[in-house]
C-alpha cells in the first residue's frame, strides 16, 4: 500500500497517478489524554488504516499538496558518510569537508545523528533556504519509517520493525558546525510522496536513486552501495535510542551532492517507491 498525507492533512491511498481519500479512516485511531504516547498516531496503527476499503473516487495526484507520510515522528535519525564514493568526494573537496576530520571518516566511527523533527515536511511544500550566503546542498536518500518500539533489535530481525519506506531529502548548509544543527533548519527534511509499506519492498539493499535539479542529474546511484545496510542501521540505532513507530532512519547519502538556490526544482526518485518535485526557495 502507498499511504500518502495531503492537502489539510486528509490521508489518501495512492493508485498509479491518483489517489483515493480514506481520510474517514482516522476515527479508527485511538484517542489519547496526556501525556500522549511517544510515537506516531498513525503509523503505530497502520493496520487499522490498512483495513479500510475506499469507496471515494480518484483524485489526480498532480492536483493536490503532499504533506510528509509520517506526521509526529519522535525522532529522524541520519546516517552520515554511508556511501564510500560520497566519502570520496567530501575528502577531495574543501567546500564539502571544510576541514572538519568528521567528514572523511566512514559510518563504523561516525555513527548517527539527530534532525530536528521540526526540520520535516513534505514534498509539496517545498524547501526554504536559510543562509543564503553559505552553500545550501541536496542529499536524495533512502528514508525508512519504524514501525513497532525496537530496543536493541539485532541486524537479523531489524526488517520486521519497519512500517515502510519512502524519499528523504536531508538538506544541508555546509559549514564547520555540528550536522544537527546545519541539518535542522525548518524545511531541511523532505520526507515523501507517500509511505510505501514494507510489504512492497522486501529487499531495500537493491533500489536506485537519483536525484535531478532543474533536469540535470546529480546523484544516480543504488542502496547496494550502502557501507551499512538497512538492517545494520536499525541494529546500530536501537543499540542507542530505543526507536517508536514513526520514527524516520534516513540512510545517508550517495556520491554527487551539489548546491541548491532558490528557484530550482529538484526530482527524486527511487525504485519501487515513486518520484516527488520539490521547489526551492528562499525562507
Ligand atoms: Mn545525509
Redesign the pocket.
Known amino acids: 500500500m502507498k499511504l500518502c498525507r495531503f492537502d489539510d492533512n486528509r490521508l489518501g491511498v495512492v493508485e498509479g497517478e491518483s489517489l483515493r481519500d480514506i481520510t474517514a479512516a482516522l476515527d479508527l485511531l485511538p484517542s489519547y489524554r496526556y501525556p500522549f504516547p511517544r510515537c506516531d498516531l498513525l503509523i503505530s496503527n497502520l493496520d487499522l488504516i490498512r483495513s479500510f476499503t475506499p469507496e471515494s473516487p480518484a483524485i489526480p495526484l498532480s492536483s493536490v499538496k503532499l504533506l510528509s507520510p509520517v506526521a509526529n515522528p519522535t525522532k529522524i535519525i541520519?546516517a552520515?558518510v554511508n556511501y564510500q564514493k560520497h566519502i570520496e568526494e567530501v575528502k577531495d573537496d574543501v567546500q564539502l569537508h571544510q576541514n572538519n576530520p568528521a567528514h572523511t571518516i566512514t559510518i563504523h566511527r561516525a555513527g548517527l545523528f539527530l534532525k530536528a523533527s521540526s526540520s520535516l515536511v513534505g514534498p509539496g511544500e517545498g524547501i526554504a533556504l536559510r543562509h543564503l550566503d553559505r552553500r545550501n546542498d541536496h542529499?536524495v536518500?533512502l528514508a525508512l519509517v519504524i514501525g513497532k518500539t525496537a530496543n536493541n533489535v539485532k541486524a537479523s530481525e531489524a526488517l520486521q520493525y519497519v512500517a515502510g519506506y519512502a524519499i528523504g531529502l536531508?538538506i544541508?548548509i555546509r559549514g564547520s558546525e555540528d550536522r544537527s544543527f546545519r541539518k535542522s533548519p525548518d524545511s531541511y527534511t523532505v520526507l515523501g510522496p507517500w509511505l510505501v509499506t514494507a510489504d512492497e519492498i522486501p529487499d531495500p539493499g537493491h533500489l536506485d536513486l537519483r536525484i535531478l535539479v532543474n533536469g540535470e542529474e546529480r546523484q544516480n546511484s543504488n542502496t547496494k552501495y550502502m557501507i551499512l545496510d538497512v538492517p545494520k542501521l536499525i541494529e546500530l540505532a536501537s543499540s542507542f535510542y530505543t526507536l517508536y513507530p514513526g520514527d524516520i532512519i534516513?540512510t545517508?547519502?550517495p556520491e554527487g551532492v551539489s548546491p541548491i538556490v532558490p528557484g530550482d526544482t529538484i526530482v527524486a526518485t527511487i525504485e519501487k517507491i515513486g518520484s516527488m518535485e520539490v521547489k526551492v526557495r528562499a525562507a
Do not use: F, H, V, W
Open positions: 541520519a552520515p542529499e536518500e536531508d544541508t534516513s545517508g547519502t
